[in-house]
């Protein structure tokens, strides 16, 4: 089965700092969801990613797949005490067609910025 | 706000007892995804339904079970509950019409203590 590892497990960072939270894969990569979390709270939905290289960006935060679908990175820049939070990166557990798209999460980042 | 509401926010209940989670979907989605937040296991996913057919099952206990009415909207039932059930439900949908990734948006999540 696939297993997503996020990288750091947490990170304290000054506020204005730019920081990076790694997904990687066990398997190829059909697909990249990033999702950020309040402690007890539902999840934000951030970014989609589909294809290798693809890159978005919303607001201060990037998101990229890499060329091989096997790993994603969460870049925030100049961070803010908004962005605290728990990050998930999810993914698709396969290409299949139709509309089974259950979501594999890896274990979160736990983000603090302290102002 | 994600547009898909849960309903109850907490629930406070006795080991053995049944109870019943209700997710209504963002408007137009056929999908409704179940998944369960613990802090042992993380973010799995439990169940699937698409147009009111059961699509996907994950690592959803026998003792659980789930529906998709014709409005959309779905129920999770959880019975003979244990201690160990005690989480965070969440329901998420989205679109699904065809192959390719589609935005999972989540609900705020239902807050199970099993006493």
């Known amino acids: 089965s696939q297993e997503l590892e996020q990288s750091p497990q947490s990170l304290i960072v000054q506020e204005g700092k730019n920081l990076t939270i790694n997904c990687t894969s066990s398997?190829?990569?059909?697909?990249l969801y990033w999702y950020k979390q309040k402690y007890g709270e539902g999840l934000i939905f951030l970014m989609m990613?589909?294809?290798?290289?693809e890159e978005k960006s919303h607001e201060k935060i990037t998101a990229k797949l890499d060329e091989k679908k096997q790993q994603s990175s969460l870049h925030i820049t100049a961070s803010q005490p908004s962005h605290a939070g728990i990050y998930l990166c999810?993914?698709?557990?396969?290409?299949?067609?139709?509309?089974?798209?259950?979501?594999?999460f890896g274990s979160g980042t736990q983000l603090t910025v302290l102002p | 706000d994600s547009g898909v509401t849960q309903t109850p926010k907490h629930l406070i209940t006795a080991t053995g007892q049944r109870v019943t989670l209700r997710c209504s979907p963002r408007?137009?989605?056929?999908?409704v995804y179940w998944y369960q937040q613990s802090l042992d296991q993380g973010l799995q996913f439990l169940i699937q339904?698409?147009?009111?057919?059961?699509?996907a099952k994950g690592n959803i206990l026998e003792r659980f079970s789930a529906q998709q009415f014709p409005d959309l909207h779905s129920e999770l039932n959880l019975s003979s509950l244990e201690l160990g059930d005690s989480a965070l439900y969440f329901c998420?949908?989205?679109?699904?019409?065809?192959?390719?990734?589609?935005?999972?948006?989540f609900g705020p999540g239902t807050r199970l203590t099993v006493t």
């Open positions: 999810g993914a698709p557990r396969s290409i299949s067609s139709g509309s089974a798209r259950q979501l594999t």
């Open positions: 998420a949908s989205s679109a699904n019409v065809g192959t390719g990734e589609y935005e999972q948006y």
């Open positions: 990613l589909q294809k290798g290289g």
């Open positions: 339904y698409y147009n009111g057919e059961e699509r």
């Open positions: 408007s137009g989605d056929l999908s």
């Open positions: 398997k190829t990569l059909y697909g």
